[in-house]
């Protein structure tokens, strides 16, 4: 009986090493899942932030740009396209948030008067708008004949701004562009809905 015990005192060792060796790489490979799948969700929620700060800044470029645009936003009318209210290239929109910067990097005037809507843009020199029809359009927004609507011929129905958005995240400090168009109807007619 005591020769028996002696020649099994190896094999148990073994036995033990071997599955311990297992169970360490079993162990070793599930952290390292484990790790991947939290890496995975927490790129997923910054997604999912930055997402969100983009419709943020965007929603705040747009206001922006409405409160300086619109003299009453329920009726569709505009400021007058000159002075105080009117928008240009370069031009840097306050909106609240000292993280984003919205920049108007081209006007627009959306020119509906022809057989087919087409885009027309305003020009600049050294920082002027230059006299072309687009810039006349668009500083003519807000002149209005009557309560139906604007001069249709020489005042701008549908302004059109494409604005930089520049976002800096305040943990990594890292700067995120956007570029986004942005329209303001200054029709001066409230559209009915449909029935």
Same mark, same amino acid.
């Given at each position: 009986m005591k020769n028996s015990y002696i020649k099994q005192q190896g094999a148990v060792l073994a036995f033990s %090493?071997?599955?311990?060796? %297992?169970?360490? %790489?079993? +162990? =070793?490979? *599930?952290?390292?899942?484990?790790? %991947?799948?939290? !890496?995975? !969700?927490?790129? =997923?929620? *910054?997604? +999912?932030? +930055?997402?969100? !700060?983009?419709?943020? =800044?965007l929603a705040l470029a747009q206001n922006a740009l409405e409160a300086q645009r619109y003299a009453d936003k329920t009726k569709n009318r505009c400021n007058s396209g000159t002075g105080a209210n009117r928008v240009d290239e370069q031009e840097v929109l306050n909106t609240g948030m000292g993280s984003i910067t919205a920049t108007v990097v081209a006007a627009y005037c959306i020119d509906g008067y022809g057989t087919l809507p087409k885009e027309i843009r305003c020009t600049y020199t050294s920082g002027n708008r230059d006299a072309v029809h687009a810039c006349d359009l668009l500083n003519n927004a807000g002149t209005y004949q009557s309560a139906t609507g604007p001069i249709s011929d020489t005042a701008c129905i549908v302004e059109e701004y494409t604005m930089n958005l520049e976002m800096i995240d305040s943990i990594s400090g890292a700067k995120r562009t956007i570029q986004s168009k942005f329209m303001v109807?200054?029709?001066?007619?409230?559209?009915?809905?449909?029935?």
């Open positions: %090493l071997v599955m311990l060796v %297992l169970l360490t %790489l079993v +162990t =070793a490979s *599930m952290i390292q899942r484990n790790k %991947l799948q939290v !890496a995975v !969700a927490n790129n =997923a929620k *910054m997604q +999912t932030q +930055t997402f969100s !700060a983009v419709e943020n =800044a109807n200054c029709s001066g007619v409230v559209p009915v809905p449909p029935p």
